[in-house]
């Protein structure tokens, strides 16, 4: 851009846009992800780092980076990128580079961060991978998912596939688990962990024991013909039960094993790893999808215990995947599909009540000497469903996955002590210490019912919690009737998709019903167009802590043209300056002496433009019927009123005033000289005031004006009387004095008209400068 069109923004144009950098903003606000815009890039890579790290992020030139570090969306409030991020604890680092009301896809980027002290064992959990076929998405994935561990954990002690290593439900596909076995075989070696040993614990999925253990290396699933046995990782004491068939035998063989660990000296203090399949009663998630209490009570004795299961596929970005009571219970997600508690989604056009989730996920497990360290990581956890609208298996058919690596919450951290004793009273895990902080609405923005091509929607800044807000309660009443619509009741919960990473800022809910509440029926509830309702919102944790009842009111089917009238008033001084320089309005005001059109015919073709998405807009019109079309005229305005803006130029008419000001004697004494350089003086004066009282003018010929103004000025001397001094009329250059001659009266008269004219634009000048 030049340096005189970046003058016309910072000076005289400054009125002229006012109002376009908050109605860009504005448009920010309700613009979809714009892969135009590029994602930024970081120059530390994703994984396992020591100690503490700075991160430098770059972006495309006219881009500006916004970023978080709690796993959410990042807006045009977040944190601004101004030099590197420092990651001082693991987390997952999210980008985005926005550029006006576009914005990119993010940059998501998981870190977890450890001190220099060496781990004594290191090992992954992995539950439910259910794969019983090599088709190439599911190659692509285990491949990406591997790559991320490896980031994470190069070289494990050990990777435990805690049951329903394939997707058996009528023990007729043993085969199958061929399928398992040459995944791990292929990534274990493609990643350099040949020496990280596999263990299996037997799932409800996987056919039968004998029929499961024949298909894999005996090193894997060691067990003595009932699918349970004693190992060791990293020279500390583990035991794989099955939860299957869990009978006196299997609890006689556990129950004496951990009494001898725990007693013996050199072992009492050291932590115990059970792996079983299925969750026990009352421990994890609350007990949802548990079974076998007697193994249970069969662990209660022992604090150093630490228990994993998988089974229920119930997400472990929950805190309740965690539980310390008579011993550690920890839930290790699954890597195929995950679940929440039965909540309304939204797919497509409509709600409807699915637990399960697009994600997958599994611990990682370090022991040191004072404690025991679980991380919790995202092998996908991006945007979608499970299931297409019409109700299709539709999950984890493109991998790779942006959420691949990031952290699915916190690192839990189980204290060591020297005797069970001392690591029971080390518990933080319990009951007891339940979060009870409730979610805040806080500083988030009005919700808002949006009318779109495929119905109403609520658009949700998300409320929020010192862990994460879970799920929405919203209900409707008609304020026509009094009554609370039959829509969604106050027992009702939506998912906050909290689970998805980076979680959304916004959520975007469809007031539409699918029948019967199920993924595949047809819309069949919607709100009454037309009707004013107050919603009522409350923000609930995986605690059930509450949030204030938050409320708005709204007209279904009604639209928001707030920013759209905010950029017609901000476009619309532009226009009238634009008309009034190039002479299509009037009357000229003066600012529109300062500034310049450079291209007319573009001008006048862009102010139709506008006054084209103006009436597109119109009430009385009609034309636009969802706020996407609104949005979209808003943004177009916006953007339209920008490329007007860039026709304008600053001019600088102070050299020509100053010119016309020296030469003003000289031309008044040149009255009457008919000499060649009188007449060029006269007639350059003419020249300047007429250019100084025209509009647009461009720079040059205005300074040409002046110069030629002052150089004629220079060039002429008057002719003085006698010795008086007073200046006399003079003859023609060349010639001798005609005594008596007198000046033309039409030059003299033109010569004071413009003089006049030339004298009150001076005058408007010095007042404007004063």
Do not use: C
Not at 166 to 191: G, K, S, V, W
């Amino acid at each position: 851009m030049s340096t005189r069109r970046l003058a016309a923004l910072a000076l005289g144009g400054a009125v002229l846009i006012a109002g376009l950098p908050a109605l860009a903003g504005a448009a920010s606000a309700t613009a979809a992800v714009a892969p135009a815009v590029a994602i930024p890039r970081a120059d530390l890579d994703p994984g396992r780092h020591i100690g503490r790290q700075v991160v430098a992020l770059t972006a495309a030139a006219g881009t500006e980076i916004r970023y978080t570090l709690d796993g959410t969306m990042p807006t045009p409030s977040s944190p601004r990128y101004e030099g590197p991020v420092e990651i001082a604890r693991t987390a997952t680092l999210t980008a985005v580079a926005f550029a006006g009301a576009e914005q990119s896809a993010p940059l998501v980027r998981g870190y977890v961060i450890k001190t220099a002290e060496e781990p004594l064992a290191q090992f992954a959990v992995m539950s439910d991978i259910h794969l019983s076929s090599d088709s190439p998405d599911l190659v692509t994935k285990w491949r990406t998912y591997f790559d991320a561990l490896q980031r994470i954990a190069p070289h494990p002690d050990a990777i435990i596939s805690n049951g329903d290593q394939i997707n058996d439900n009528n023990h007729d596909t043993a085969a199958d688990h061929r399928f398992p076995r040459a995944m791990l075989e292929q990534n274990l070696a493609r990643t350099g962990m040949s020496d990280t040993r596999v263990l299996m614990s037997f799932g409800n999925h996987d056919d039968y024991v004998d029929r499961m253990a024949a298909q894999y290396p005996q090193e894997w699933f060691p067990h003595t013909g009932a699918g349970y046995y004693e190992t060791q990782i990293g020279g500390f004491p583990a035991f794989v039960v099955n939860t299957e068939a869990w009978n006196s035998t299997q609890a006689t063989w556990l129950h004496d094993r951990l009494t001898a660990l725990s007693t013996d000296p050199a072992t009492q203090g050291s932590p115990i790893f059970v792996f079983g399949h299925r969750p026990l009663p009352g421990t994890v998630w609350d007990g949802a999808q548990s079974s076998n209490p007697g193994l249970k009570t069969n662990l209660a004795d022992f604090p150093q215990v630490v228990f994993f299961s998988g089974h229920s596929h119930l997400n472990i970005t929950d805190e309740r995947s965690i539980h310390q009571d008579g011993f550690t219970a920890v839930n290790d997600g699954s890597m195929s599909y995950e679940e929440t508690d039965t909540m309304f989604q939204s797919f497509g056009a409509g709600l409807a009540k699915e637990y399960t989730i697009p994600s997958a996920q599994s611990v990682l497990v370090e022991v040191y000497a004072d404690r025991v360290e679980i991380d919790r990581i995202n092998y996908a956890a991006d945007e979608g469903r499970t299931y297409d609208d019409q109700g299709r298996w539709s999950f984890q058919k493109n991998p790779p996955f942006a959420s691949t690596g990031s952290i699915a919450g916190p690192t839990w951290v189980l204290d060591r002590g020297a005797t069970p004793a001392e690591i029971k009273q080390g518990f933080t895990y319990t009951s007891a210490n339940r979060n009870r902080v409730a979610p805040e609405w806080a500083a988030a923005p009005q919700p808002s019912v949006r009318t779109t091509a495929s119905g109403l929607v609520l658009a949700l800044p998300q409320a929020t919690d010192d862990q994460y807000v879970k799920s929405y309660a919203v209900t409707m009443k008609n304020l026509s009737t009094g009554s609370t619509t039959e829509f969604l009741s106050s027992a009702d919960r939506m998912n906050a998709q909290y689970t998805q990473m980076p979680r959304p800022s916004v959520l975007r809910i469809p007031l539409a019903l699918r029948a019967g509440n199920k993924v595949s029926g047809a819309i069949d509830r919607t709100l009454t167009l037309g009707t004013e309702y107050e919603a009522t919102l409350v923000a609930y944790d995986s605690y059930g802590n509450a949030s204030p009842a938050r409320t708005f009111r709204f007209v279904a089917g009604a639209l928001d043209r707030t920013a759209f009238d905010a950029a017609v008033a901000g476009a619309q001084p532009l226009i009238g300056t634009v008309e009034r320089v190039l002479g299509d309005a009037t009357p000229a005001q003066p600012a529109d002496f300062d500034v310049v059109v450079e291209d007319a015919q573009r001008s006048r073709s862009l102010i139709a433009s506008l006054r084209a998405q103006f009436d597109l807009v119109a009430p009385a019109a009609r034309v636009a019927t969802t706020q996407d079309e609104v949005d979209a005229a808003t943004a177009e305005v916006v953007r339209l009123a920008g490329e007007l803006q860039g026709t304008l130029s600053a001019v600088d008419r102070a050299g020509l005033s100053a010119a016309i000001d020296a030469a003003q004697k000289k031309v008044a004494s040149s009255v009457g000289d008919e000499r060649a350089s009188a007449l060029r003086l006269r007639t350059a004066d003419e020249t300047a005031r007429a250019v100084l009282a025209r509009l647009n003018v461009p720079q040059d010929e205005l300074d040409a004006a002046a110069s030629g103004l002052a150089d004629a000025a220079a060039a002429y001397a008057p002719v003085t009387d006698g010795g008086s001094g007073r200046p006399t009329p003079g003859p023609s250059d060349g010639e001798l004095a005609t005594t008596g001659a007198a000046a033309p009266v039409a030059a003299l008269a033109g010569g004071a008209l413009l003089f006049a004219v030339g004298a009150a634009l001076l005058a408007r000048r010095r007042r404007r400068l004063s």
